[in-house]
C-alpha cells in the first residue's frame, strides 16, 4: 500500500465521496493526495514524513496560477477526515 493509499483510507470514502465525487488524484512522487471539488477550487492533502502528521490545503487553480486559499498544519491522522471536508466548503472560513 502506497503513501497515498493510506491517506485516502484515512480520509474515509465517505469524505471522498462528499468532498469530490469520488474523483481522486494520486501524487506519490510527493506524497500527495488531490481531491477536485468545483469551480477551480482542490483540497490538497500532503504528508508530513518527519513530523507524522499531514497539511490539508485549500487551492484554487486558474489557468497557471495556483493560489493557496486556506491551509492548516499538523493535521493528525485522527482529525484528517473532518479538517479535508471542511477545505472544502470553499465559501467557509478555513
Known sequence: MTVTETIARQVGIANILAISGGRVLYDDENSTLI???RYGYKVVVKYNRGSD????QRVF????TVTVKGEKNGVYCEELGEVAYRASC???EF
Open 35 to 37: 481531491l477536485p471539488v
Open 53 to 56: 502528521d499531514y497539511t490539508v
Open 61 to 64: 487553480v486558474r489557468g497557471t
Open 90 to 92: 470553499y465559501h467557509d
